[in-house]
T-cell receptor
Framework: SQTIHQWPATLVQPVGSPLSLECTVE??????LYWYRQAAGRGLQLLFY??????ISSEVPQNLSASRPQDRQFILSSKKLLLSDSGFYLC???????????FGDGTRLSIL | AQSVTQLGSHVSVSEGALVLLRCNYS??????LFWYVQYPNQGLQLLLK??????LVKGINGFEAEFKKSETSFHLTKPSAHMSDAAEYFC??????????????FGQGTTLQVKP
């Protein structure tokens, strides 16, 4: 069966520090991968998606970037965190076609 | 562009009462539709999906949803609420033309409160 791992579960970072969140998927190949942010009391905002290694599409301009160095690895990064980057970050994967997305357990990021 | 509207950001029911969470979509072609549940500080879990087979879809935890093309709706129901159903619920539709990206369009979510 397929599983998705996302870490860390919680992270507290100072403003201006770098960020690296990692997500890996097991049990499938060539998944579509996604990064979402969920601000407190708000819905899901799609940040990035990827349909293959090295292929990254950005949905909104922001202080973050994403990379996909391997087929089942998706990384969310920032060089300098802003207060507005606080939130709950979710990684997800889907198969090809009109398939549901499957989510990781999320990372709670707090910026001080 | 496609969109999803969840009517009611907060719904409160008593334990044992009917749960009805509303979702309307806009699409010029039959969509694929999904309901997800999110418990506090967790990721989203797929409850059920509609993929143009039966219009009444049964999911996990006793939930079901009915696709009504004439009403462009996909409401989520459960006959009898349990305390453990208290969570955030999201309706989502596949972005047409997104078969190679798998992108979904999510509603804003409905918080379900279950009172004892």
């Amino acid at each position: 069966s397929q599983t998705i791992h996302q870490w860390p579960a919680t992270l507290v970072q100072p403003v201006g520090s770098p960020l690296s969140l990692e997500c890996t998927v097991e049990g499938t190949s060539n998944p579509n991968l996604y990064w979402y942010r969920q601000a407190a009391g708000r819905g899901l905002q799609l940040l990035f998606y990827s349909v293959g290694i090295g292929q990254i599409s950005s949905e909104v301009p922001q202080n973050l970037s994403a990379s996909r160095p391997q087929d089942r690895q998706f990384i969310l990064s920032s060089k300098k965190l802003l207060l507005s980057d606080s939130g709950f970050y979710l990684c997800a994967w889907s198969g090809q076609g009109y398939q549901p997305q499957h989510f990781g357990d999320g990372t709670r990021l707090s910026i001080l | 562009a496609q969109s999803v509207t969840q009517l009611g950001s907060h719904v409160s029911v008593s334990e044992g009462a009917l749960v009805l969470l509303r979702c309307n979509y806009s699409s010029s072609v039959p969509p694929y539709l999904f309901w997800y549940v999110q418990y506090p500080n967790q990721g989203l879990q797929l409850l059920l999906k509609y993929t143009s087979a039966a219009t009444l879809v049964k999911g996990i935890n006793g939930f079901e949803a009915e696709f009504k093309k004439s009403e462009t709706s996909f409401h989520l129901t459960k006959p009898s609420a349990h305390m453990s159903d208290a969570a955030e619920y999201f309706c989502a539709v596949s972005d047409r033309g997104s078969s190679n990206t798998g992108k979904l369009i999510f509603g804003q979510g409905t918080t379900l409160q279950v009172k004892p």
